[in-house]
């Protein structure tokens, strides 16, 4: 059997708590989906809560998308609580990402 994909055009998803580390693999991403430098294609990014919560998260998605000035990417937030995560704001900072 043999698969057959389009190498020109990889679509992907984010799914992230973005904090202070996926903050990061977020920005790369963004950088190179605006600058269109990869195959891979940005299609939508996921919020959950991690080291703070969800509403911390998915406001710092859409921090980096602002900072990225990437305005084509849909992001999406999990309401559900993480259950035995704990709030991490006295190391990561009020919002994740101090």
Request: aromatic content about 8%; charged content about 20%.
């Amino acid at each position: 059997m043999k698969i057959f994909f389009d190498t020109k055009s990889l679509p992907f998803l984010i799914d992230c708590d973005p904090g202070a580390d996926d903050v990061f693999a977020l920005l790369w991403s963004l950088v190179l989906h605006n600058k269109r430098a990869t195959p891979l294609q940005l299609k939508a990014i996921t919020t959950v809560g991690g080291n703070v919560s969800s509403d911390h998260t998915y406001s710092n998605a859409f921090k980096m998308l602002e900072f990225t000035g990437t305005t084509d990417i849909p992001v999406g937030k999990d309401m559900r609580p993480v259950m035995g995560s704990a709030d991490a704001s006295h190391i990561h900072g009020e919002d994740g990402i101090g």
